[in-house]
């Protein structure tokens, strides 16, 4: 791979997943709800126009690394490999989230079993995105069979089989969010058709229009409600906006890669993602304690700031904890 996509990358995973922290803040956790006045309009506009709308990426960029790994390793290592980099990680911070929770005297498991708490089993995980990694385990699995359908005409039907399981909630059973497997898969093509290139996305024009059509798909459901729309009109309004966000998100990363050295903090940013809800709840409380009430102006400034905040307690913890305890890292970020 090119330094210079290597670069990008590093870039677009750091904003993207700074971006998505916007969609965990309390209290309404990127959820749309009654717009009573123009403050709840924009927590919701951002929540959703920025916050969701950087996932996708991350999983097209997981597919497309995904190509580079199997050329190199064989099957069973490359799923040792994954269950070092994702599972492990995965079962850390859940153990973690439950061991503070119970010291606190709250319910952390309420209706779910302990398996399912720490492994994200059949249902969210104790730390709600980290379903995420284990959703991206499962993609791994089924990576050398994607990895035969990424060419021609297979390539199309598997595209719109992924998206019509999508759409009827037929392929639950497999993945917690079912619209990481066709964005992984939409990685796995671009890495392996030849007539694909990633310079082609890098575009002002295609950058200009995907942002346009987001802003329209997001306000659509902010004033319609996605409630009232019918199950297969969400998932198609769902998939293409975060078409448009991927791309809007790449170009972003592409321009700051010119301009700033954003990618050296990569090594970090997998325990910021790991550790941001729980980071969160903690500035939730110091907020409350501050009586910064839900709406007002001094938590949309909370709101807004929140993703560099964040980020930056998250560094704070990060490098002495492993000073500390150098094998930790093993655990926590799996090696990263």
Known sequence: MKNSLSKKIST????????????????????????????????????????????????????YLIVTSISKYKYTKLLRNKTLTLLVPLVAWNFLSLTKDSLLGTSPLEDKNVLNYLLSIYDTPGIL????????????TLSFLLLRLTSGIKSIVTFVLLITL???????????????????????????????????????????????????????????????????????????????????????????????????????????????????????????????EPMTYSYVTLFIISPILVFIISLMI???????FPKAQILLTGKR
């Not at 209290?27 to 959703?48: A, H």
């Not at 995105?129 to 791994?140: A, E, G, N, S, T």
């Not at 769902?238 to 700051?256: D, K, P, Q, Y």
């Open 12 to 63: 677009a995973r750091v904003i993207c997943i700074l971006s998505l922290i916007y969609v965990h803040f309390p209290p309404l956790y990127g959820e749309i709800t009654d717009v009573n006045n123009f403050k709840d309009y924009f927590i919701m506009l951002i929540s959703n126009l920025i916050g969701r709308s950087s996932v996708p990426l991350l999983s097209i960029v997981s597919g």
């Open 129 to 140: 995105p980290l379903y995420f990694l284990r959703d991206i385990f499962v993609c791994v």
């Open 166 to 292: 999508s759409i009827s909630n037929l392929n639950n059973y497999l993945f917690i969010n079912d619209k990481i497997i066709i964005f992984f898969f939409l990685g796995m093509v671009i890495a392996k058709n030849k007539n694909i290139y990633v310079e082609q996305f890098e575009s002002q024009l295609l950058f200009t229009v995907s942002l346009i059509l987001l802003i329209v798909s997001t306000n659509l459901l902010i004033f319609i409600k996605p409630e009232n729309l019918p199950d297969e009109v969400q998932t198609i309004i769902s998939l293409t906006s975060r078409v448009f966000g991927a791309i809007i998100f790449w170009n972003i990363a592409c321009f700051l890669t010119k301009k700033f050295n954003i990618g050296k903090y990569s090594s970090v940013i997998f325990f910021t993602f790991c550790s941001h809800t729980l980071i969160i709840s903690f500035i939730w409380i110091i907020a409350k304690k501050l009586h910064i």
């Open 318 to 324: 990060y490098k002495p904890f492993l000073r500390i």
